[in-house]
């Protein structure tokens, strides 16, 4: 029984030890985590809104949620992209729900309502089925859509084979995403 | 220090990890299908065997023989935890190719094994001095894979950015080198590779 004790004892002692120099690591590296994350999230930003050069030219539309977060659930994020003063586009971020699980999407819109890209930031989809949403080849059919497009899986957008739920509800929320600029502009 | 000094060397090549006792390969045939990341890979698991080694040898008087396995899982889990949230705040690129195979370095056996085997019995100085060679034949077998794999499998080895070697574009690399079969038999090959010069060294 004493021995039990004084193992426990050990145990704790070691795990305590542990878990105080664990701490101290997050809470140093804990910032430039957060950092990086962001610093990858406006790049894939950049690419969208092809002259936007620093994550500055982002404005994030928070005024927007109240209202728009009701209409659509599955709404993240929406910014504004300046070049020199001027309005060049929106970002909306969205995540939908896809095969195996949430789909984090940006897509980049002009002011003249057309789609000018998407991207992909996170996803736990199959891989070599729904993971294909990553590839080039299957978001460019996006670039240059704009509301009057029927944007439809099997008409003017083609579905990743094997895959028609992650296709659908990438092509579903970029629809959407037009919808909310349209309203916004 | 004669004896610190056999106990590093011991882990370049008599001993070393992968192509000798055959441990933590997993990991290895993964990561090996470029140079750049052999280097991260293998300094990640080098830092953790050399920590943990130093502090389960510190604590191996007070470490009761029925708890010891809960011990040492609980000091490398804490030296791998720390490696993934540094990699993730300061070598964030390479940290994302990477991945899961950062914080499976908790069940790389070399490491858990280097502390039973040896930690656990020997002092901070010769524990240390194993830690760092066996990290250093970890990574140098990385390496070698490395380049092999990478050079042959895309014509060219780029270190942080820069191409180094280049067979030119009339070399067709053969893909199969960067997938999985290629890192089986690179690894084959470097294994005869070795016990032929030992063997001649012998005779």
């Known amino acids: 029984m004493r021995n039990i004790i004084r193992l426990g004892i050990t145990l704790m002692m070691v795990c305590f030890i542990a878990a105080g120099s664990l701490a101290a690591t997050y809470s140093l590296t804990k910032e430039r985590i957060a950092l990086q994350k962001m610093e990858e999230q406006f790049k894939a930003y950049m690419e969208l809104l092809p002259g936007i050069t620093s994550a500055k030219d982002f404005k994030e539309r928070k005024d927007l949620y109240p209202k728009f977060k009701k209409e659509y659930k599955d709404l993240d994020k929406v910014f504004e992209g300046y070049v020199e003063g001027e309005r060049v586009g929106f970002i909306a971020q969205k995540i939908p729900k896809g095969y195996k699980g949430p789909i984090k999407l940006a897509v980049g819109i002009t002011v003249n309502g057309k789609a000018s890209g998407i991207a992909v930031i996170e996803h736990s989809e199959t891989p070599g089925l729904g993971a294909k949403i990553e590839e080039a080849s299957f978001q460019k059919q996006f670039k240059g859509k704009s509301l009057s497009d029927p944007l439809e899986v099997g008409e003017d957008i083609d579905a990743i084979s094997g895959a028609t739920t992650s296709s659908k509800a990438v092509t579903n929320a970029v629809k959407e995403a037009l919808e909310l600029c349209e309203k916004i502009k | ?203």
Not at chain 2, 62 to 68: F, K, L, P
Request: with cysteine; aromatic share 12%.
């Open chain 2, 1 to 203: 220090m004669n004896q610190v000094w056999h106990d590093f060397k011991s882990g370049i090549i008599a001993e070393n990890p992968l192509l000798r006792l055959m441990i933590g390969l997993c990991s290895a045939l993964a990561v090996s299908t470029r140079v750049e990341y052999g280097i991260f890979m293998g300094i990640a698991a080098s830092f953790v065997l050399f920590s943990s080694n130093i502090i389960i040898s510190a604590i191996r008087r007070w470490t009761a023989d029925q708890i010891r396995i809960p011990i040492f899982i609980t000091v490398i889990a804490s030296f791998v935890t720390i490696v993934d949230l540094v990699m993730r705040a300061y070598f964030y690129p390479v940290y994302k190719v990477l991945g899961v195979w950062i914080p499976l370095i908790v069940v790389n056996c070399i490491i858990l094994g280097r502390a039973e085997a040896f930690a656990y019995k020997h002092s901070i100085m010769r524990s240390a001095a194993d830690g760092l060679g066996m990290g250093a034949g970890y990574t140098l077998v990385l390496l070698v894979m490395g380049f092999i794999r990478e050079l042959s499998g895309t014509g060219k080895i780029i270190l942080f950015g820069q191409t180094l070697v280049s067979l030119g574009a009339g070399f067709e690399p053969p893909s199969i080198m960067i997938l999985f079969p290629g890192a089986f038999l690179t690894f084959g090959f470097l294994m005869a590779l070795l016990n032929i010069v030992q063997s001649r060294g012998r005779s």
